[in-house]
């Protein structure tokens, strides 16, 4: 009797032990990646991602855009795309900051992964600037001639090119409609 009650009280001492030094143990470590924690390396542990991506009439400037109503429009115009990346990757050299984006873009029919058309480096932009960089915001135009009328998705494949590898993806749906036909003059005979 009295050996099981020394092994339970061992037990039950060795696990109180255990529960008392994971919380210190776990505290100390977070204390430590604290302390490591700077601007840079939190920039390095994020990962590239983009604002909601809005199909626009027209983009004039960084928040300044007319959104396409119901994401409709004809084969005959572009598909025009406007976004803002964010944690991406800005260095600073000698003569100021800069940070450099590549896009992809392709277009499928919704929910469908078959490709239709593809454009490799359809966008690539460099910011540069004396002072920190502020917001960016990124727009490029996809042609949709020859496209039948339906549902497609506009996939954005976005890579951060001072961090090769690091790359964001999203898809824009949106709709190809048949043209409007003219009115008929008023004089024409039917």
């Known amino acids: ?27 100390a470590q977070q204390d430590s990646s604290i302390a490591k924690e700077t ?12 604002s909601k991506a809005v199909a626009a009439r027209s983009i004039d400037g ?7 109503p119901d994401a409709k429009l004809t084969a005959e115009e572009k ?3 406007y976004y803002r990346p964010r944690n991406y990757t800005t260095v600073q050299e000698r003569d100021g900051y800069r940070a450099h984006f590549t896009q992809d ?25 004396q002072e920190p960089l502020g917001p960016i915001f990124l727009r490029n135009s996809f042609s949709l001639k020859g496209l039948p009328p339906g549902a497609y998705e506009y996939d954005i494949i976005l890579r951060d090119e001072l961090k090769p590898g690091l790359l964001a993806t999203q898809s824009l749906p949106f709709r190809i409609i048949p043209p409007a036909l003219p009115e008929p003059a008023a004089g024409d005979a039917k």
């Open 105 to 129: 873009g392709q277009i499928r029919r919704l929910g469908e992964k078959t490709v239709l058309r593809r454009k490799k480096n359809i966008l690539d932009y460099e910011a540069k600037s």
């Open 39 to 50: 601007p840079e390396t939190r920039a390095e542990t994020a990962s590239l991602e983009m």
């Open 79 to 81: 598909l025009q795309v």
């Open 62 to 68: 960084y928040e300044q855009y007319e959104i396409l």
């Open 1 to 27: 009797m009295r050996v099981s009650v020394a092994v339970i009280s061992c037990i039950f001492y060795s696990a109180l032990d255990l529960v008392s030094l994971q919380p210190r143990s776990a505290q």
